[in-house]
Every structure is written in structure tokens, then in C-alpha cells.
């Protein structure tokens, strides 16, 4: 089946520093990986979405400088937190696409100090 | 743009009860309508989803009904158990789906 795994699954940084985080699809080609952000007491909401082939596009309030992403191939993407300050905390969700169908992984829970 | 509205949680059912969560939503597209549910420590997992309107959506006891012309896609449940505990969310994808717009999320508590 298809699968999304997340690294790692926790974290803890302290203010200033930068995190990296990794999104690896299993069983299937994630032609396009969006990755998400839940704030505490929010939903998720889209960071940037990244498509096999054509530039990475960041939503509003979300920059390549400070959320900088990596999508080498059709099973793995990473994004980096840079300067990572205390409203970044959250849940980082990874969702790969194949087909239509979405698939989640289970996230990276960032803390920062 | 495109946006969702549910009901706002928690919601305190006890066994056997049954469950309805509102969700609304906008979109000046055609989306395909979602509802997932994440348990404590990990990402959401897709309830079921619903593409075309007036269709219906279900798996394992829940179901929803995609109306368009009320832009609703209510989730319900006749006869909720203490498993169902969880976080649901009512989402959209729009533009073939590599976009998924969420609901804020309703807690669900269900005692025995």
C-alpha cells in the first residue's frame, strides 16, 4: 500500500536555529508534496506545494527564505525551518500526491525553546 | 478564497448516541469534498471523500452526502462508539487536488 513517513517525528531546537525535516513516499511516486503546518489550536495550512517539474510555489505568509524545500525525486521531499522562533511550533505535515489521492504522513512535531 | 466552516468542538457523545458535524463550505470551483480524522500523535487519515455532487461518502459507520446547492457536507454517524474519539475535519481540494483546504477541526469525546 502507499505509504508517507515523516522524520523525525519530534524535535526540539532552540530559538534562532534551523530544523530539517523529511518526507519519504513508499509504494507509490509523489509526483507533488505539499507540505502543511498546524499551529497549536489551528488547522492545517498550506506551507508551499512542490510538483515534479515545475517551481515550488509558497502560499501567502510562507517564503522560500525562511521554509526553503528540497524535492529530488517522486519519493522523497525535505523542507528546512530556518531561524526557527516560538510561533513556528507546530505540526508539519507532509501530503503526497499520486493519482488523485493524497496520502499524509504522520508529521513532525517542532518545539522550539 | 476557498474556505470551510464546521462545527466547533468538543463534542461530548456517550456510547450509542448519535453524531452530526456540520461543515459548509466556499469555493467558486468544483471540489471534491473530504472528511479525515487524526488521533493524538499523528497526521490525518481520510475518513472518505466525495467528488461529485449529490453523492454520498461513507466508511465505517460515518457518512456524508456532498449538497451542492446548500454547500454542505454534514458528517454523521447513528450510533457513535468510544473508538470515534478523535479530531474530524471536513476539507476541499480544488485545481486536481494538489491543494487541500481545511476545516478547523472538531474534537470528538465519546464516553462509554
Known amino acids: 500500500g502507499a505509504l508517507v513517513y515523516q522524520y523525525p517525528r519530534r524535535t526540539i531546537c532552540k530559538s534562532g536555529t534551523s530544523m530539517r525535516m523529511e518526507c519519504q513516499a513508499v509504494g507509490f511516486q509523489a509526483t507533488s508534496v505539499a507540505w502543511y503546518r498546524q499551529s497549536p489550536q489551528k488547522t492545517f495550512e498550506l506551507i508551499a506545494l512542490s510538483t515534479v517539474n515545475s517551481a515550488i510555489k509558497y502560499e501567502q505568509n510562507f517564503t522560500q527564505e525562511k521554509f526553503p524545500i528540497s524535492h529530488p525525486n517522486l519519493s522523497f521531499s525535505s523542507m528546512t525551518v530556518l531561524n526557527a522562533y516560538l510561533e513556528d511550533r507546530g505540526l508539519y505535515l507532509c501530503g503526497a500526491r499520486d493519482r488523485g489521492q493524497q496520502y499524509f504522513g504522520p508529521g513532525t512535531r517542532l518545539t522550539v525553546l | 478564497g476557498d474556505s470551510v466552516t464546521q462545527t466547533e468542538g468538543p463534542v461530548t457523545l456517550s456510547e450509542g448516541t448519535s453524531l452530526t458535524v456540520n461543515c459548509s463550505y466556499e469555493t467558486k470551483q468544483y471540489p471534491t469534498l473530504f472528511w479525515y480524522v487524526q488521533y493524538p500523535g499523528e497526521g490525518p487519515q481520510l475518513l472518505f471523500k466525495?467528488?461529485?455532487?449529490?453523492e454520498k461518502g461513507s466508511n465505517r459507520g460515518f457518512e456524508a452526502t456532498y449538497n451542492k446547492e446548500a454547500t454542505s457536507f454534514h458528517l454523521q454517524k447513528a450510533s457513535v462508539q468510544e473508538s470515534d474519539s478523535a479530531v474530524y475535519y471536513c476539507?476541499?481540494?480544488?485545481?486536481?487536488?494538489?491543494?487541500?483546504?481545511f476545516g478547523s477541526g472538531t474534537r470528538l469525546l465519546v464516553s462509554p
Open positions: 466525495v467528488p461529485k455532487a449529490n
Open positions: 476539507a476541499l481540494s480544488v485545481t486536481g487536488g494538489y491543494k487541500v483546504v
